[in-house]
């Protein structure tokens, strides 16, 4: 007989992110959910089938995928796509043109590329501000708003968004409230409690965790939205394969421990960082140092293994990612791997100057992915990366 979940019993997070979405194979019983690997189900008659016709449309490991991450946002509705870009790309489409979004001026790069290289000209008009300051935010609002985008804790300065405050801001103008939230990730925040319409992942990064997949996620709570992306999801097709769903599944079996032991060393380096003398400044909302310090606190469970370092200087910066030995020069973030990155000639490339420098994004910051090797290593491997210049 094949045993179901009682999925009223998924009530905390690490229980949810092992079993919600998912139930035993019942074809064999097998407790990983089965790679559907097909384009195409057999159908039993004209206008009869087992509620699969298309893989583009449906595909059970898919689905899986998608009510698990909706689950763990506290969400009703959940839907993969193949890349993180892919999602935003999809959310940016629920609008028309002549529309204006008010977004975070740091966002990841190929955001910010997106809206100004794509969506500018086909007719979506962007301002981005500090999302930090509510002020901004509400100044940036017109009558044309429909959409306020945010990321928190931004990419790569690490400023936050006040949730709460931003959605109300939104809801009074009748505005999409979007927020990205791959750096926080479910386990430390939920965007959807706080008021936000659409909660978009690049799943990518730590909810996949492992590094050997590219993938993206919306989730929401409302039905009207989930009509709307599941039409755009379908017809525009930009879904990802049904193995790249069952590494990300796998991926947030262990999230709630991943997460642990990333903020664990997080903050331990980022305070470590912050006594070094080579070290200008560093990044990170869990260190009291940091403006938003108390409103990390407020809206986060836990700050994460994410953080920049100020070096004060180009070569010093070149010197550090170019030396480390664990830490693994590359992009992307968030998996069980350290990774060190430059943001100004990464990520961020393709970022105008000028708004680089309002961020405060310079050629020697330095962007920390911490993974979960022993933190000691880490440290001894930035403490040798970071000598004699």
Same mark, same amino acid.
């Given at each position: ?92 489409? /629920?609008?028309?043109?002549? #529309?204006? +979004? ?5 966002? *990841?790069?190929?955001? @910010?590329?997106? %809206? ?75 965007? /959807?409690?706080?008021?936000? #319409?659409? +909660? ?5 990064? *730590?909810?996949?965790? @492992?590094?050997? %997949? ?176």
């Amino acid at each position: 007989m094949t045993r179901a979940f009682d999925h009223d019993l998924l009530r905390r997070f690490a229980t949810r992110a092992v079993h919600a979405g998912q139930a035993p194979d019942p074809l064999a019983g097998a407790v990983m959910t089965p790679i559907y690997q097909t384009s195409t189900y057999i159908q039993d008659g004209l206008g009869r089938n087992k509620g699969y016709e298309y893989a583009r449309t449906r595909n059970p490991t898919r689905e899986a995928l998608e009510r698990n991450v909706a689950a763990l946002e506290g969400g009703r509705h959940g839907f993969a796509f193949g890349s993180g870009l892919a999602a935003v790309d999809t959310v940016l489409k /629920l609008l028309s043109a002549g #529309d204006h +979004v008010v977004c975070g001026e740091n966002v *990841y790069g190929g955001t @910010h590329r997106q %809206m100004t290289h794509i969506w500018a000209r086909l007719g979506l008009t962007f301002t981005f501000v500090d999302g930090g300051e509510l002020a901004e935010v509400k100044a940036a609002i017109t009558p044309a708003t429909k959409m306020v985008y945010a990321e928190t804790p931004t990419n790569p300065m690490m400023r936050l968004c006040d949730l709460a405050a931003t959605g109300e801001i939104a809801r009074k103008a009748k505005a999409l409230f979007v927020v990205d939230n791959t750096f926080a990730t479910p386990c430390f925040q939920r965007p /959807l409690e706080l008021g936000a #319409d659409i +909660v978009l992942h690049s799943t990518t990064k *730590y909810l996949n965790g @492992h590094s050997d %997949m590219v993938g993206g996620m919306l989730v929401t709570s409302r039905d009207d939205l989930a009509e709307r992306i599941g039409f755009l999801q379908n017809s525009s097709g930009a879904v990802p394969g049904p193995f790249d769903c069952w590494l990300a599944l796998r991926g947030t079996k262990t999230l709630a421990l991943r997460m642990r032991q990333h903020d664990v060393s997080g903050r331990r380096i980022a305070e470590w960082l912050a006594k070094h003398p080579r070290v200008e400044r560093v990044y990170y909302p869990g260190l009291p140092s940091h403006p938003q310090h108390e409103l990390a606190r407020r809206q986060m469970a836990g700050f994460g293994g994410m953080l920049s370092v100020e070096l004060g200087d180009v070569g010093r910066a070149r010197r550090l990612v170019e030396r480390t030995k664990i830490f693994v020069l590359a992009e992307s973030l968030g998996g069980v791997e350290s990774l060190v990155g430059h943001p100004a000639s990464m990520t961020h490339a393709s970022v105008p100057a000028e708004l680089k420098r309002k961020m405060g994004l310079t050629d020697s910051l330095v962007r920390l992915s911490v993974g979960i090797e022993d933190v000691e290593d880490l440290i001894a491997d930035l403490d040798q990366a970071l000598g004699d210049d």
